[in-house]
């Protein structure tokens, strides 16, 4: 590969434009295509989200990759996003032994081996539900829905929920209607709760999980229940219902979207008819749309899930949780990153002090440690822009963003755990828009007149 394609596929891949480096090296014969050629290839499908592509490609180069880390690595990525963790794993642990301590592996294989351990424990629940299906099949009659459960005190009865979900009780003949419409066969504990009443917001609106989600460590959290119809927005047939999330959002077609969250789309709780067939006993799911539309369960059937809702009072440590936050933005020692960018600044004095200075305040104003979209969340998304634009000013918009998490969101000690990429992209396309960030040859930089302001912001902090 000569040193001028070599460049160009440079300057593409900094300015993120995957296609074009999949057309052009496409455009080689396949007879010419050498170990790199073949390798940029399957990196820019991975970036393209088209990871079957990925992974045919890395196959073709595999006797030549097997003493390079980044080939391991790479395959690793490509079969982590096809939900193949075990094999991801194995991938990432073969990189990390060829070249130890690299922080991008070891924390690839970290969450693989987490998502395998999950994986396993979902198919072997999943093989005990069919094998219990096959048993159960006539032997008997189904038991009473909510026998000994009263529903007298069940629903919340604002107008809000009166106005978006709930309609009148659904007869027979709409529910057939809707079971054809969707293609599965509704739990006969879910039509019984929405012949009582069809829709609406219950009470208790949390539900214990048996692991972390995007809402939080121990339970997720629902803004209402569809009921059966399509005349509200929030029902399973109506414009907002099960079709539109898993046509429109991407959601998994595995069955029946029944509870909107308080993400208002980000993350659902779903009827799963993986195990039972179209026509079974479904299981109660959460699908995570932030994280992959990562799956986790929650309840054997839906009645034992609307057994299981508690008050989010259960779950209130935010009193707590504050002063856990407010010794950690005072007292956590910075990532690596962040500490390794604070020493190279000279036009503040006591950055670091400063830095822990607006933490604070972010932290006594929202009662955590997280960024969003408001002002001082801004702040801190500028301060980590200049900082390390400053310390590294050839980085493409592609570097920035996956370099973002080891400074503050993924940051240790003085760290948040996490964070939503879609507000990182919300802020730097806004600065992009404003003017105040600007692209030169593929590298972004905050104008001279917006580092400055943002230097006397910190300096007042």
């Known amino acids: 590969m000569d040193q001028a394609l070599i460049e160009q596929l440079n300057q593409w891949h900094e300015e993120d434009e995957q296609q074009q480096i999949v057309d052009l090296l496409l455009a080689i014969p396949e007879k010419e295509r050498d170990y790199e050629t073949v390798s940029r290839l399957a990196r820019a499908y991975n970036n393209l989200g088209l990871y079957e592509e990925a992974l045919n490609e890395f196959k073709k180069i595999s006797d030549a990759g097997q003493q390079d880390p980044l080939w391991y690595y790479r395959v690793g990525y490509s079969l982590y996003h096809l939900k193949r963790y075990e094999e991801a794993a194995q991938a990432f642990r073969t990189s990390d032994k060829l070249e130890a301590g690299d922080q991008d592996t070891e924390l690839w294989l970290k969450w693989s081996l987490q998502k395998a351990e999950k994986q396993q424990r979902q198919e072997r629940r999943m093989a005990a539900k069919r094998a219990a299906a096959i048993e159960s099949r006539g032997s008997g009659a189904e038991e009473i829905p909510f026998s000994n459960f009263s529903l007298v005190d069940f629903w919340d009865d604002s107008e809000y929920a009166r ?14 209607s809707i079971e054809e419409e969707l293609g599965y066969k509704l739990p006969s504990s879910y039509i019984a709760l929405m012949k009582q009443q069809n829709g609406g917001i219950p009470k208790n609106t949390c539900f214990r999980a048996e692991e972390p989600t995007s809402w939080a460590e121990d339970h997720i959290a629902i803004t209402g229940i569809l009921g059966i119809g399509r005349e509200k927005s929030y029902s399973i ?128 104003e929202k009662g955590h440690f997280s960024f969003h ?33 080891k400074m503050i969101a993924f940051g240790g000690e003085f760290g948040q755990g996490g964070y939503a990429p879609g507000w990182i992209t919300e802020w730097l396309d806004r600065r992009m828009h404003e003017g105040r960030i600007v692209q030169e040859n593929g590298r972004l930089r905050f104008t001279d007149q917006f580092a400055a302001e943002v230097i006397k912001q910190l300096r007042e902090a």
């Open 237 to 364: 047939g109506g414009d907002l219902g099960s079709r539109f999330m898993i046509e429109e959002w991407g959601y998994p077609d595995i069955g029946v979207v029944i509870c909107d969250c308080p993400s208002a789309g980000h993350d659902v709780v779903m009827l799963d008819y993986r195990a039972c067939g179209r026509d079974g006993e479904p299981e109660v799911i959460h699908v995570d749309q932030e994280d992959d539309y990562e799956i986790t369960y929650l309840a054997d059937n839906f009645e034992a899930f609307i057994r299981g809702l508690v008050s989010e009072e259960e779950f209130d440590t935010s009193e707590e949780d504050k002063e856990a936050d407010l010794y950690k933005v005072s007292h956590g020692k910075f990532s690596p990153l962040l500490g390794e960018l604070c020493t190279r600044v000279s036009e503040v004095e006591q950055i670091e002090q400063k830095i822990r200075s607006i933490c604070t305040r972010i932290v006594e």
């Open 373 to 405: 979209a408001d002002e001082l969340s801004y702040l801190m998304y500028d301060v980590q822009f200049w900082l390390y634009t400053k310390s590294y000013p050839d980085t493409s918009r592609e570097q920035y963003l996956a370099i973002y998490e």
């Open 163 to 176: 106005n978006s979900y709930l309609s009148e009780p659904p007869t027979d003949e709409l529910i057939a």
